[in-house]
């Protein structure tokens, strides 16, 4: 089967998940106010303790892709359980060989009566009565010698079944750490979005500054002064939502990973600045070459193809229910001969025995219509599941794509609004644009920001999900 891919080290594998190579941190391009630690919320009323995340021993506060995923295959109930259920489905295959070894028992007994005399018996002897004693050894065996192909049959089913089971704990880890990775760079983008936020009530508070300058120059009034204040207020609104949104996002990834919510467990930004470079080591495939890649990776894919396989043999098992079956037996055994349970006579057997069914009442011919329809239904399912993966594949190919592209159109978006706030600023210094230009100048780097940072993490969300649809994420850790 595939039992190679367990024997993988649990790094090597998760290596092998992410494909991803170490960038430089993501760097917003936006003036950045001093770094302090905000407190939740950054404005209206403290509220204590909600904010708190606590350190786990052996847990580190920032970590990487890697090491979210080994930490998630090591704590995650979600793994246990599937480990739990492969463990469960190699019980059928051991109990499916015990058919073709010989069965061997031992028997000892003593048995030790008493008798009252009866005078003249029946026959015309006496019957003294009085104690007996017997003693027996005796050991058997019986062999299957033909079944005309049931047992081979039921050894084949459940090795298929477990070869489903075994590609089915694969997804299952595969669909962890697609899990963890997409949590991870939800967290992330929930701590930059509070970055940002910072950045905006910064730069309308400059806004409100120069405003307030003018006014006190005499070139701007209070309705001016009002009017700037407006973007302020709403800007520390959103920074206040953004905290709210980071907290729920740290404590989505802890849970995750499978410690809890208000775990202390930070993810480390691999994204370059205003880059639209993938983090994948190779770039995608045509879509030809990646369903033919993911039909002969994807674990559910092959689950279902294993299935189809153990449904072909479980018919095979039921059509024989009519075969004649053959089995030899041998027995060799002593015993006592007297009644104080000494002399010890031995007896020994060998024989065959053939079975021929002539009449069950129809449960063959049900079983194999039973057989039937679960080998159409298997059939069924596993073109259901090609057409899932190639629907899979077309998606995140195409989501991929555009979110590449968005990167690059949200790049020059910012550099634009940049552009435009700069000129906007100078113009309205020098008294030749308006307050609502500026203002709108403003509200216009503030979208471009935030779609930025939209676009570079949805990039890393499509890159995560291309990886998942091809069934490439991530090797199996060693199974129990």
Do not use: C, W
Not at 94 to 109: C, E, K, R, V
Not at 169 to 186: D, G, I, K, P, W
Not at 313 to 327: E, V
Not at 374 to 379: E, K, P, V
């Amino acid at each position: 089967m595939r039992s190679r891919l367990f024997t993988l080290a649990g790094a090597a594998a998760l290596a092998a998940f992410t494909q991803l190579s170490p960038h430089p941190a993501h760097a917003q391009t936006a003036p950045t106010p001093a770094a302090t630690q905000l407190p939740y919320p950054a404005y209206g009323t403290p509220a204590p303790g909600i904010a708190v995340q606590r350190p786990q021993a052996g847990v580190p506060q920032a970590v990487s892709l890697q090491q979210a995923i080994q930490i998630a295959a090591a704590k995650s109930p979600v793994l246990a359980i599937a480990r739990a259920q492969l463990k469960q489905a190699h019980a059928p295959l051991s109990l499916a060989h015990t058919a073709i070894f010989p069965n061997i028992s031992g028997t000892a007994s003593s048995t030790h009566s008493n008798r009252s005399g009866s005078g003249q018996s029946n026959n015309g002897t006496f019957n003294p009565g009085g104690s007996f004693t017997s003693n027996a050894l005796s050991a058997n065996l019986r062999q299957l010698i033909y079944d005309g192909g049931r047992v081979i049959a039921q050894i084949h089913t459940a090795r298929a079944n477990y070869g489903a089971a075994t590609s089915t704990y694969e997804r299952s880890f595969q669909t962890l750490a697609f899990n963890v990775a997409t949590a991870y760079y939800t967290a992330l983008q929930a701590q930059q979005a509070t970055l940002v936020a910072q950045q905006v009530v910064h730069q309308n508070e400059v806004q409100e500054a120069l405003v307030n300058a003018q006014m006190r120059a005499g070139t701007a009034s209070r309705v001016d002064l009002a009017t700037a204040q407006l973007p302020v207020a709403q800007a520390k609104v959103t920074l206040v939502r953004a905290q709210g949104a980071e907290l729920q996002a740290d404590a989505a990834f802890a849970n995750a990973l499978g410690l809890d919510a208000d775990t202390l467990v930070r993810p480390l930004n691999d994204s370059a600045a205003n880059s639209i470079t993938t983090l994948l080591q190779a770039p995608p495939v045509s879509y030809d070459t990646a369903v033919k890649r993911a039909l002969l990776m994807r674990p559910d894919y092959l689950a279902a193809q294993q299935t189809v396989m153990a449904q072909q043999y479980n018919l095979q098992f039921a059509k024989s229910g009519m075969y004649p079956s053959l089995n030899g037996s041998a027995s060799y055994g002593t015993a006592s001969t007297l009644a104080n349970g000494t002399d010890y006579r031995p007896s020994d057997s060998v024989g065959v025995t053939l079975s021929i069914p002539l009449f069950d009442q129809g449960i063959t011919h049900a079983q194999t219509e039973q057989a039937s329809g679960q080998l159409d239904q298997a059939t069924a399912q596993l073109e259901s599941a090609r057409l899932n993966v190639e629907l899979n594949v077309q998606q995140a190919l195409v989501n991929f794509v555009s979110a590449q592209a968005a990167v690059t159109q949200a790049q020059a978006e910012l550099s634009k609004a940049q552009e435009i706030l700069r000129a906007t600023q100078a113009q309205y210094r020098a008294g030749v644009t308006t307050l609502p230009l500026l203002l709108n100048a403003q509200v216009g780097l503030t979208q471009a920001q935030t779609d930025e940072l939209n676009a570079v993490y949805g990039l890393r969300q499509a890159e995560q999900s291309y990886l998942y649809a091809l069934g490439e994420i991530a090797m199996s850790p060693n199974t129990p």
